[in-house]
């Protein structure tokens, strides 16, 4: 069974820093794109980073503006989003998701697992 578990959300002040984590069960993470979405309150959920299985990442949003890394560990089989420079517009539910195929997408519909989500507030 395709699972995806995020973890590492929190409160951090502006400015700080949070990696989060995406943690695949069931297939070999590897082998697909794992991509990171957000959701804010009252707002539409929107890409934010995408690494394919040739370890190239899209950063689908421009807020990241260089302040978010993707990065993988194939021995743990998950995917790290590692975000610098918080700020409070970056306060969401973040989830990550798995699609077939070997390329990136920004389109939600795309992506057929999804995981839980994991809440970051930035917030002083």
């Known amino acids: 069974q395709v699972q995806l578990v995020e973890s590492g959300g929190g409160l951090v002040q502006p400015g700080g820093s949070l990696r989060l984590s995406c943690a695949a069960s069931g297939f070999t993470l590897e082998r697909y794109p794992i991509a990171w979405f957000r959701q804010a309150p009252g707002k539409e959920r929107e890409g934010v980073s995408c690494i394919n299985s040739n370890d190239v990442s899209i950063y689908l949003g421009p807020f990241v503006k260089g302040r978010f890394t993707n990065s993988r560990d194939n021995a743990k089989n998950t995917v790290y989003l590692q975000m610098n420079n918080l700020k409070p517009e970056d306060t969401a539910v973040y989830y990550c998701?798995?699609?077939?195929?070997?390329?990136?997408?920004?389109?939600?519909?795309?992506?057929?697992?999804w995981g839980q989500g994991t809440q970051v507030t930035v917030s002083s």
């Open positions: 998701a798995t699609k077939p195929g070997y390329y990136c997408s920004d389109s939600t519909e795309d992506y057929d697992h």
